[in-house]
């Protein structure tokens, strides 16, 4: 069973796109990371997020949490190639300490 | 970028075949952790530590040992590699906040032939 569902899994556009990428969990977060992971890489991480309804952006990627810090979303305005990679969203899930990965959504932005 | 190393970054096996990967870290951070990814699964929780000594298994541990006799040192061991444990390996690091970070290491590549 999956704790965290990340959605869309697959998003192939053209650069100047605009997309939003959602993660959910049916339990409350501790604490929720975005990561970008390139091919050969280990994940980066973008943001952290843990209060509830906060909103943080990050030159043209906007990360919402929930109210109810059940689920967070990742907006990126204006799609450029160089955003192609692997996010993934991560998290205490129930109070635990230890993160738990959602699977990743996979971008690829043409030029 | 945080202090960790992994070793080696790759590596051919046979199946049958001890395997040990070495992570490594300067950071002096309570918790290190071990994932595998693989296509479709993402990154999926092995086994981590908590302090020297102190260690716990994941959702896919079977397989797999780990220990961790220095702070800055955790390793992972496939004890009879088999070609379901080919996979790319991530350690990872951590402070002791729920809030804290998580830094990677750079991954190793595994093939169990």
């Known amino acids: 069973t999956q704790l965290l569902e990340q959605s869309p899994q697959f998003l192939s556009i053209q650069e100047g796109e605009n997309l939003t990428v959602y993660c959910n969990s049916s339990?409350?977060?501790?604490?929720l990371q975005w990561y970008r992971q390139e091919p050969g890489e280990g994940p980066v991480l973008l943001v952290t997020?843990?209060?509830?309804?906060e909103v943080k952006k990050l030159k043209r990627l906007t990360f919402q949490f929930g109210d109810a810090r059940k689920d967070s979303s990742l907006h990126i305005t204006a799609a450029q190639p160089g955003d192609t990679g692997l996010y993934l969203c991560?998290?205490?899930?129930?109070?635990?300490?230890?993160?738990?990965f959602g699977r990743g959504t996979s971008l690829i932005v043409h030029p | 970028d945080a202090g960790i190393t992994q070793s080696p970054r790759h590596k051919v096996t046979e199946t049958g075949t001890p395997v040990t990967l070495r992570c490594h870290q300067t950071?002096?951070?309570?918790?290190m952790y071990w994932y595998r990814q693989d296509p479709g699964h993402g990154l999926r929780l092995i086994h981590y530590s908590y302090g020297v000594k102190d260690t716990d298994k994941g959702e896919v541990s079977d397989g797999y040992s780990v220990s961790r006799s220095k702070t800055e040192d955790f390793l992972l061991t496939l004890e009879s590699a088999t070609s379901s444990q080919t996979s790319v390996y991530f350690c990872?690091?951590?402070?002791?906040?729920?809030?804290?970070?998580?830094?990677f290491g750079e991954g190793s590549w595994l093939t169990v032939v």
């Open positions: 950071e002096n951070h309570r918790y």
């Open positions: 997020v843990v209060t509830g309804g």
């Open positions: 339990s409350v977060f501790s604490s």
């Open positions: 990872a690091i951590s402070g002791e906040s729920v809030r804290n970070t998580i830094y």
């Open positions: 991560a998290g205490g899930v129930g109070g635990s300490y230890i993160p738990t």
